[in-house]
């Protein structure tokens, strides 16, 4: 059984930068055939898909926000990590971190998410 789960604070300052983590259990994150996502849903609007890193540690992110953000992993902890700079309000959302299947793509496993809030 794979498990994600997603760590961070919950409380961010606008203009500081979001660190999120997500430790996989049950799986390792170098298994081909999977990419490592991250994803938000803010207040009353739908899932945005923000980026992954592949197996092979490519990252691919979205056009919208890929001035702004990072994923990366530590092979040694499973874990994948994301950092959004310059936070804004409007990043204010659940952030989950979610299992992607080559090549079918979707996602088959979540987190529970993590509340973040943007404010001073």
């Known amino acids: 059984q794979v498990r994600l789960q997603e760590s961070g604070p919950g409380l961010v300052k606008p203009s500081q930068t979001l660190s999120l983590t997500c430790t996989v259990s049950?799986?390792?994150?170098?298994?081909?055939?999977?990419?490592w996502s991250w994803i938000r849903q803010p207040l009353g609007k739908g899932l945005e898909w923000i980026g992954h890193?592949?197996?092979?540690?490519?990252?691919y992110y979205s056009p919208s926000l890929k001035s702004r953000i990072s994923i990366s992993r530590d092979t040694s902890k499973n874990q994948f990590t994301l950092q959004l700079r310059s936070a804004t309000p409007e990043d204010t959302a659940v952030y989950y971190c979610?299992?992607?299947?080559?090549?079918?793509?979707?996602?088959?496993?979540w987190g529970q998410g993590t509340q973040v809030t943007i404010s001073s």
């Open positions: 049950g799986g390792s994150i170098t298994t081909n055939y999977y990419y």
């Open positions: 890193i592949t197996s092979v540690a490519s990252t």
């Open positions: 979610a299992r992607t299947p080559r090549p079918t793509g979707g996602y088959d496993y």
